[in-house]
């Protein structure tokens, strides 16, 4: 075991640090510079022929960019990582560097409206074929490879159907057939779900969300197997979707409470979804850990905890949806999740609104579906408001 991952994985993240200037701080400074210098020509001369790991520009590499991915490493348990400026840009650049003209790349028909995009708009341009599957029909997805396939990409909860899939099931078929497992691991993060022990070769996630946990900065994160990293790398040092220091230092600062704030905001979550189970202005409650979820057994085998994220959907459709939604309180309408703020969002009209009716249909997302990102307010506060705002709905 390295030095820097001696200890569990909560205390990693705490105490992986920047080696400490000669002012001999405690918290890591802010290195706010574009480039960097050396000492002669023949240091500089090495360090652009890859000889020495120096840094030469913050595009490239900068040390609080390099702190948040160590931890961010040292949490999912992979070998290298990279950074970049948003999630979104994590998941281009993981298809952009590991997919070429004439490549297939095998989704989950439940993902994120953007990453939809991406999929269907622009990876053709490029010659990039793309086909879905749907997460509950896991027994049929071998059968859609083709000899070209190169990828398989899922998000597992999904967004935000929160449909989940066995990533070792997943695995062991991208294995057999010599295919490179993408999985965004946006809504578990590493605290709850760690699909490289699962056997997934690279990992994704928007920084923006849970990891920095208060809403303040964007980011993202792509780790995994070093050799696929290495091509990430390569591809973003050319095309410059790098993350901003000042995220990476408040990023890496968010990673030291992230396991505190995952425990706090999956057992609110739990409690909130026991509680609507059964109200009378709802058709259904979804989380992954109410013994209703279809893939209950699944996230209890590979999550330690449910996450932040519960969707219910409403008894009279849009129109509820926004009754619902003009009629809460405390809670926040904003598009974002993983705050330390409880959101309420509809992502029929939002995140995934570029879809067309038939595609939301068969990923789930009905015009009553709303989706609740719970925060760290006291939980009997936050269902509170989202009762009253349920009995204001159904006054149409």
Not at 15 to 32: C, D, K, V, W, Y
Not at 54 to 67: A, G, L, Q, W
Not at 98 to 119: M, N, Q, Y
Not at 266 to 273: E, G, M, V, Y
Request: glycine fraction near 8%.
């Amino acid at each position: 075991m390295s030095k820097e991952n001696q200890y569990q994985p909560e205390t990693n993240a705490v105490r992986i640090q920047t080696a400490r200037t000669n002012e001999m701080e405690h918290s890591t400074p802010l290195f706010l510079t574009s480039s960097f210098c050396f000492d002669n020509a023949e240091e500089m001369r090495a360090t652009f022929a890859d000889e020495t790991d120096f840094n030469i520009y913050s595009r490239f590499s900068n040390p609080n960019v390099d702190e948040f991915v160590q931890k961010m490493c040292a949490l999912e348990g992979a070998e290298a990582g990279y950074a970049t400026a948003s999630g979104m840009s994590a998941i281009f650049a993981s298809f952009m560097a590991l997919l070429k003209a004439g490549d297939h790349v095998l989704s989950a028909r439940s993902i994120f409206g953007s990453t939809h995009t991406v999929i269907t708009k622009f990876l053709p341009k490029w010659g990039i074929e793309s086909s879905y599957f749907d997460l509950n029909d896991p027994a049929g997805i071998e059968a859609m490879i083709k000899p070209n396939t190169r990828m398989i990409f899922v998000e597992t909860p999904s967004n935000p159907g929160l449909e989940i899939i066995d990533i070792a099931l997943l695995a062991e078929i991208a294995n057999k057939h010599n295919i490179i497992l993408n999985v965004d691991n946006c809504f578990a993060t590493p605290v709850l779900q760690r699909p490289i022990e699962a056997g997934a070769h690279i990992v994704t996630h928007s920084a923006t969300k849970w990891i920095d946990g208060q809403g303040r900065v964007l980011g993202g994160a792509i780790v995994g197997k070093k050799e696929l990293i290495k091509e990430i790398y390569t591809f973003c040092r050319s095309t410059g979707p790098a993350m901003s220091p000042f995220n990476a230092w408040v990023l890496s600062k968010s990673l030291e409470t992230l396991h505190v704030r995952m425990e706090r905001h999956s057992d609110s979550a739990l409690k909130l979804a026991q509680a609507l189970e059964g109200n009378p202005h709802l058709t259904s409650v979804k989380y992954p850990f109410l013994t209703s979820h279809p893939q209950y057994e699944i996230a209890r085998k590979q999550m330690s905890g449910g996450g932040g994220i519960v969707c219910f959907e409403l008894k009279g459709g849009l129109q509820s949806g926004v009754r619902f939604l003009n009629g809460l309180k405390l809670l926040s309408l904003t598009a974002n999740l993983g705050d330390s703020r409880s959101i309420a969002s509809h992502p029929a009209s939002t995140t995934h609104a570029k879809l067309s009716d038939a595609e939301k249909a068969t990923v789930g997302i009905t015009p009553g579906l709303i989706r609740i990102s719970v925060g760290l307010e006291n939980i009997n506060d936050i269902l509170a408001d989202i009762e009253q705002a349920l009995n204001l709905s159904s006054q149409g």
